[in-house]
């Protein structure tokens, strides 16, 4: 029967509470779940065991790149493509190509902060299940919820509800995938 | 008056002002700001957004005008060959400086009195640095061939000349504007689900969800949000340091005496922090009554904002000081003359005026009574404002008139059309401002739940 949801959903009023579900839901075991915040509650992605190591050496090496590209572009076009001597100035006059080249350090870097961010995130995301639980639109305004999703290995629907029931939240939801 | 923070004797309480007021919980936090949006806006609304809108109409007029008729129409001449429209163009990018250097700088400082102010100071950016990228479009003989800056193979054979400061000028400005963009944006995401979850038309679910790009609040992807966005506000500092600095570059690198001086890039960039915290009190002071912000503005901000005006203006006395100081200093006599001529030459009297509105008035902020009376940093605002415009158009104008050649020096005289744009273009900034006050929610709500949730758990 576990494929006919997603998984089960527990409502909690504040993210202390949240804190302490997510806490005792992984050291019953439980490995996939997620939790649910209207902003970033401090503590509950390490509570998660979350890491993510790769999203700022994208960001760097992304502005490394723009830059690099943005100052041997300007060097093509100064110094081989369409030489200009300016006041007598070295066809390469690479000080005055460096600021350019900042900027678009910048500007990479910038772009695969977004962009980073949202791919690792999977976003945008069109259709999600969680959204089918009926009380979920107000984890972006007043509520905390954490998610035990179905295809955890230890998920037993009525073993789960009972866990979940003993952490005292609000309320219990079946979630449709 | 409630926020008055006085006490029955009339004198100042020293006791800190929240930054928050208490009692706010994250569904009261949520209401307040989102109803702002997702209510229908009162008429007053209507008639500012009525009013500016018919300033956008004049503009349209004037700008058509000057596209047919070419820059003629403008008070500028041979000699003074940029007047209004340079003046305006830094004059806007000084406050568009602001905005994203107020956000970033202060999230990366960790400074509370941040969250309430941050997302209309990062729209106050966007709009004045958009407006300000026409001004050079608009001064330019032919329009119509701006695009030939960019760097693109064309059928002329021909390609920009990267040495030039114009042209870092434009890589910069687009630069700042879309990483501003993304900057504004990434803070709202969040935001934007709230007001998918709230909207009740199935218009507002349907924009405001495809704008949340489907963010659920799951706390992995905060934890990267947290990542990514404390590396754009790190990324936006240099950034914003860097526009302004080729914007001093523009005049520095030029042989005119008084523009070539190495002062120009630490100068325009504090001019611009400068100007930028005025407009944000003035806006601040506005959106705060107009839209009954008091829980989420306090006098906190002010005070903050007041110290951080105080600091600027300083350093701009120290400026406009050592500006003074060099020009005796090099023995340079145009230098030196183009000081006196500063002083005591057909524009002195701009010159003591805009002394008086950017180094006397803000020293008023030394006194906690000042930094408490919002109506007085309202009036010391505006007056910055006004007196950082003079100073751009001291430095363009004043400078431009007296050159080497004697026989060269001429005056400028503004024309109604100079006037029409200048108008016109504020009306358009106050007219975008109508637009994101209705459409966008003005305080970051993820924010402020958390900052609520840490002053809460602080005491």
């Not at chain 2, 523009?250 to 915290?277: E, N």
Request: with cysteine; aromatic share 16%.
């Amino acid at each position: 029967m576990t494929a006919e949801r997603y998984g089960l959903m527990a409502e909690f009023e504040t993210p202390e509470q949240l804190l302490e579900a997510v806490r005792r839901v992984r050291a019953a075991g439980y490995r996939r779940i997620d939790a649910y915040a209207p902003f970033a509650v401090e503590g509950l992605a390490e509570a998660l065991d979350f890491r993510e190591p790769r999203l700022p050496f994208i960001i760097l090496l992304c502005g490394a790149l723009s830059g690099m590209a943005a100052f041997l572009f300007q060097y093509y076009i100064a110094a081989i493509e369409f030489p200009l001597n300016v006041g007598g100035r070295p066809h390469n006059s690479w000080p005055t190509f460096t600021l350019i080249a900042f900027e678009f350090t910048v500007l990479g870097a910038a772009l695969a902060a977004f962009a980073g961010m949202l791919a690792f995130n999977r976003l945008p995301l069109p259709y999600h299940p969680i959204f089918n639980a009926g009380n979920f639109g107000q984890a972006s305004q007043d509520r905390f919820f954490l998610c035990v999703e179905a295809s955890d290995p230890l998920f037993e629907t009525q073993a789960t509800r009972q866990f979940l029931s003993d952490l005292h939240p609000l309320s219990i939801e079946d979630v449709a995938p | 008056m409630a926020d008055r923070n006085a006490d029955k004797a009339g004198r100042f309480v020293h006791e800190p002002v929240p930054v928050l007021l208490p009692g706010q919980t994250d569904a009261s936090i949520t209401r307040d700001i989102s109803d702002l949006v997702l209510t229908p806006p009162g008429r007053g609304w209507w008639i500012g957004f009525l009013l500016s809108s018919l300033t956008v109409l004049m503009l349209l007029g004037a700008v058509s005008y000057l596209f047919m008729q070419g820059v003629g129409i403008w008070g500028i001449n041979t000699t003074v060959v940029w007047g209004f429209d340079i003046t305006n163009y830094v004059w806007w990018i000084g406050i568009g400086n602001a905005g994203t250097l107020i956000s970033a700088m202060l999230y990366l400082t960790r400074q509370q009195w941040r969250t309430s102010i941050n997302r209309f100071a990062e729209a106050m950016t966007i709009f004045a640095a958009s407006i300000a990228g026409l001004f050079p479009i608009l001064h330019l003989g032919r329009p119509y061939t701006f695009y030939w800056l960019f760097p693109y193979p064309n059928i002329m054979g021909v390609w920009p000349q990267f040495r030039s400061p114009l042209m870092w000028d434009m890589f910069a400005i687009l630069t700042y504007i879309f990483v501003s963009i993304l900057f504004w944006y990434t803070g709202m995401i969040p935001d934007f689900a709230t007001l998918r979850d709230r909207a009740q038309s199935r218009f507002a679910q349907l924009i405001y969800g495809v704008l949340a790009l489907g963010w659920r609040g799951s706390a992995v992807h905060w934890a990267r949000y947290e990542r990514a966005y404390l590396i754009l506000a790190a990324l936006a500092v240099p950034l914003v340091v860097s526009v302004h600095s080729v914007v001093g570059y523009d005049f520095s690198i030029s042989v005119m005496p008084g523009w070539r001086s190495t002062i120009f890039s630490p100068y325009f960039v504090v001019g611009a922090m400068f100007s930028g915290f005025a407009m944000v009190i003035t806006l601040t002071a506005l959106l705060r009554a107009a839209f009954k912000l008091h829980a989420f503005i306090t006098l906190h901000h002010f005070d903050a904002m007041a110290k951080i005006l105080l600091t600027g203006s300083l350093i701009m006395g120290f400026s406009y000081g050592m500006e003074v100081f060099m020009a005796w200093y090099d023995g340079e006599a145009y230098d030196w003359q183009g000081i006196v001529n500063l002083m005591s030459g057909p524009y002195s009297t701009y010159y003591w005026f805009m002394l008086f509105c950017n180094v006397a008035v803000p020293q008023l902020c030394w006194s906690r009574r000042v930094r408490h009376s919002i109506a007085t940093l309202l009036a010391i605002s505006i007056l910055v404002n006004i007196g950082m415009w003079l100073e751009r158009y001291l430095i363009v104008v004043n400078t431009l008139g007296f050159g080497f050649l004697p026989s060269q020096r001429r005056l400028f005289f503004p024309t109604i059309w100079d006037f029409a744009i200048l108008l016109g273009m504020l009306g358009f900034f106050i007219a975008l401002f109508f637009l994101f006050a209705r459409f966008v929610p003005m305080i970051p709500m993820h924010e402020v739940r958390r900052l609520a949730h840490r002053l809460e758990k602080g005491k």
